[in-house]
């Protein structure tokens, strides 16, 4: 874990290793500041750590929240460009290699396209069990594990909501990217030793 975090180092990430997701959820708290604009990406890991229920109930920033219940999609799409811009992006990783790098993909491209440039700062709640050997191993991690389970869990959201569902790996999962270094301090991860997410 030691050789990991100094590899992620060396890219330019901030890492903070954490035991558990309420120590994640302190920790992450403290990087939200009165008066931010703050971006959302796809993440069940932010999801259950609490850290969108905080984002959401805080009374003292401006959420980009594409996740609200009842908004039409064209303020959802509004939501998503405005958290290209944010002060603060928060969400997760798909995996990362233990050469320090992130592997990520996306169904819209938000989410990757957040963590490459954009926002101010990029805050990633991460668990250890993303951790994979090499790139090849990221990419088969996203393909084999975590594409089918956002298929799954996006089409089952989308029964309860009355819709049809859609989702299938060609489309939840269409833009890929990793990350090899970023500007020092921009990204934070913070590394949850705790099963969390996909």
Do not use: W
């Amino acid at each position: 874990m030691q050789q990991l975090i100094e590899n992620l180092e060396e890219n330019g990430f901030e890492v903070v290793l954490v035991k558990d997701a309420e120590t994640a959820l302190e920790i992450g708290k403290s990087y939200i500041k009165d008066g931010q604009s703050v971006g959302l990406g796809g993440s069940v890991t932010v999801t259950q750590i609490g850290m969108l229920d905080y984002l959401i109930n805080h009374p003292n920033i401006k959420l980009y929240n594409q996740y609200e219940d009842g908004i039409s999609m064209e303020e959802n799409l509004k939501r998503r460009r405005e958290g290209l811009l944010s002060d603060i992006y928060i969400t997760s990783c798909n995996a990362i290699t233990k050469n320090g790098e992130l592997v990520n993909a996306d169904g819209s491209g938000n989410r990757v396209a957040a963590q490459i440039f954009g926002p101010k700062k990029v805050l990633l709640f991460v668990s250890t069990k993303k951790i994979v050997e090499t790139l090849e191993d990221g990419f088969k991690r996203i393909m084999e594990h975590v594409a089918p389970k956002n298929v799954e869990r996006m089409n089952k959201k989308l029964l309860q909501m009355g819709k049809n569902p859609h989702y299938t790996l060609d489309n939840i999962a269409n833009k890929f990217a990793y990350i090899n270094g970023d500007e020092r301090g921009r990204t934070t991860i913070i590394l949850i030793e705790e099963e969390l997410g996909y």
